[in-house]
């Protein structure tokens, strides 16, 4: 069954730490993306990536750092530098335009 | 800037009857509009999307609807079912370059049983 598998589904994370949400698809898709909801303000695009090896910063991109070594997988982590990381993480990917995002189940971060 | 709006937060609807949710947009150059439905603590999930060469797209019981000239697009749900209580975000994107999707804030669908 293909789709896309981000783990861990919780994450909790101490002042100052850095951590890696896993992002896995095998849809076969070129396009991944990363974004995060926080309530009343819809999904905000943190980075993208067309292809292996290229990623493009989304609107959101301060303290977060991504890699694409795989087509199958684009991590992403949310460094000590992200001054406000609790937030629901999402991640996608696509055929291309028009044809929709395939979602992750999403990660929840939270900062204790 | 949002470039993509969902004026309404909320809507209630009695189960049978019809949903509409309402979208916004501001850029003419979008090229696909998209909605999406999603549950809490779940990622979305895709539902229809309408090219912008189109005015209407329909599958099963959603319909989309495009206005071009108003820039302003709905989704209609006929009939609505207490399943389709979920948020559903309206999204657009355009050809060329990267693909990059703008999403609304998302309109809280309740249908009453």
């Known amino acids: 069954d293909g789709g896309i598998t981000q783990s861990p589904k919780y994450l909790f994370r101490k002042e100052g730490q850095n951590v890696t949400l896993s992002c896995e698809q095998n849809?076969?898709?070129?396009?991944m993306y990363w974004y995060r909801q926080d309530p009343g303000q819809g999904l905000r695009l943190i980075y993208y990536s067309q292809i292996v090896n290229d990623f493009q910063k989304g609107d959101i991109a301060e303290g977060y750092s991504v890699s694409r070594e795989k087509k199958e997988s684009f991590p992403l982590t949310v460094t000590s530098a992200q001054k406000n990381p609790t937030a629901f993480y999402l991640c996608?990917?696509?055929f291309g335009t028009g044809y929709g995002y395939t979602f992750g189940s999403g990660t929840r971060l939270t900062v204790v | 800037d949002q470039q993509v709006k969902q004026n309404s937060p909320s809507l209630s609807v009695q189960e049978g009857r019809i949903s509409i949710l309402n979208c916004d947009y501001t850029?003419?150059?979008?090229?696909?509009f998209l909605w999406y439905k999603k549950y809490p603590a779940e990622g979305p999930t895709f539902l229809i999307s309408?090219?912008?060469?189109?005015d209407k797209n329909e599958d099963g019981r959603f319909t989309v609807f495009l206005n071009k000239s108003a820039k302003h697009l709905s989704l209609h749900i006929v009939p609505s079912q207490p399943g389709d209580s979920a948020v559903y975000f309206c999204a657009a994107e355009s050809l060329g370059g990267y693909q990059k999707v703008t999403f609304g804030t998302g309109t809280k669908l309740q249908v009453i049983p």
């Open positions: 996608a990917s696509t």
């Open positions: 849809l076969n898709h070129d396009a």
């Open positions: 850029n003419s150059m979008f090229d696909y």
């Open positions: 309408i090219s912008s060469i189109k």
